[in-house]
């Protein structure tokens, strides 16, 4: 029998692995699109906060930013309270890609959750929030 770790490991895993498939045509790789998705809900985000929300090493994240860069899709600025710390933003060209990866990502979602009543779903929700509040005061991470 799984643990409930286990299985939450792998439904992470196949959703991310399927939105990975559906968003090839769009060039938009795991790690491009799951930062593109915090930039949506967090503009601005420095980039060793990103990288752990995206739940990469500073480096990976910087290989994903230069792609991102040169496809016009973000950019990076200095950040105004710590001179070393580079900010990201989105940039305005990349609202269409943002549209189509949104409606990829709405209708696996919808798949995902075929079944489900929205009060499962919000419940569901609930209980992760809260085993993710748990594991931030066990880490010191939020994210």
């Known amino acids: 029998m799984k643990t409930l770790g286990m299985t939450l490991s792998c439904l992470v ?3 991310r692995a399927v939105n990975d498939e559906r968003l090839k045509p769009l060039a938009l790789t795991q ?3 799951l930062t593109l998705s915090h930039l949506k809900y967090e503009d601005g985000l420095l980039q060793h906060q990103l990288a752990r929300l995206v739940g990469v090493e500073s480096p990976s994240l910087v290989r994903t930013l ?3 860069e040169q496809l016009g899709m973000v950019e990076r600025r200095p950040c105004e309270n710590d001179r070393r710390g580079k900010t990201v933003h989105l940039t305005e060209h990349v609202g269409d ?5 949104d409606k990829v990502l ?3 979602r919808s798949q995902v959750l075929a079944g489900l009543t ?6 569901f929700t609930r209980l992760a929030e809260h085993i993710a509040d748990n594991l931030q005061r066990l880490t010191g991470h939020k994210g």
Request: no cysteine; glycine share 4%; aromatic share 8%.
């Open 106 to 108: 709405d209708a696996t």
């Open 97 to 101: 890609i943002m549209k189509e990866m």
């Open 13 to 15: 895993r196949q959703w």
């Open 31 to 33: 790690s491009r699109w």
């Open 66 to 68: 230069d792609g991102l």
């Open 118 to 123: 929205e009060h499962e779903v919000a419940e």
